[in-house]
């Protein structure tokens, strides 16, 4: 696979671990009107080639590609003659090192950051015992090494909780970094599941099934159990490293 040395700014990969609003972004994205997106296009290679044990991991398998140099090729030469935009929703996590991750260069990578005491507050509520490769935080900062090291410079960052504080203002601020116009619809869209959702929406999309629209700002940092403090310090220097360039 030679991708396109030159990335089509409409492929938008937006790079995230899990519990993330990552769910939120691409309903948002798909709220647009001119956007088709893929949830989390890698995650049946992922649980294939593993193994590991996921809430729905056979329904997950079962519904999706698990050819991983398939499911790159899909990501730089999918068309839809309809919508002008492609946003991909893809977790750090299922970037495993036998995955090429060459296909990225096609794209226009984004990296969706969140505190870690966050994510694993809320992590631990959908699956015990998470690990830090779980989590994805240090696949994230590599892979956000790797691109930066294509491009000359850091590419795009921008925060789950600056988002929640001011979702106008920072879809504005994305939008534009991306080249693309801001649309109001952005901000809203209706409860229930969607018709692109991947099949593990039932036990992970239950809270942005309720929404109609980015929640308020976050609160304090939860305190996390004792069990998790070693976690957390390990998450902790990657997220710093891509927070250093959030917009």
């Not at 956000?144 to 601020?173: N, S, Y």
Request: some cysteine; glycine content about 6%; proline content about 9%.
């Amino acid at each position: 696979m030679t991708p396109n040395p030159n990335p089509d700014p409409k492929r938008i990969a937006m790079w995230s671990g899990p519990r993330n609003l990552s769910t939120a972004m691409m309903y948002s994205f798909a709220a647009r009107g001119d956007c088709r997106v893929w949830d989390e296009p890698f995650y049946a290679a992922y649980l294939n080639a593993t193994g590991i044990d996921h809430p729905m991991g056979g329904d997950v398998i079962a519904s999706g590609m698990t050819d991983p140099t398939a499911v790159a090729d899909a990501c730089i030469t999918s068309q839809n003659a309809e919508q002008s935009l492609f946003y991909q929703k893809h977790m750090t996590l299922h970037m495993i090192p036998e995955f090429d991750r060459g296909f990225m260069r096609a794209l226009t990578n984004v990296f969706l950051i969140r505190h870690p005491a966050r994510v694993i507050a809320s992590y631990a509520q959908k699956r015990e015992a998470p690990t830090l490769a779980d989590i994805g935080f240090v696949q994230q900062a590599q892979m956000f090494d790797q691109v930066a090291d294509w491009l000359g410079k850091p590419p795009i960052v921008i925060a789950a909780e600056d988002i929640r504080a001011a979702p106008r203002e920072m879809l504005t601020r994305l939008c534009d970094a991306l080249g693309l116009g801001f649309v109001e619809t952005m901000l809203r869209w209706q409860a229930g599941p969607k018709p692109y959702d991947g099949v593990w929406a039932p036990h992970w999309y239950n809270a942005v099934h309720a929404s109609t629209g980015f929640g308020a700002a976050e609160g304090p940092l939860p305190t996390l159990p004792s069990d998790y403090h070693e976690l957390l310090d390990q998450a902790l220097p990657h997220h710093a490293h891509l927070a250093r360039y959030k917009l």
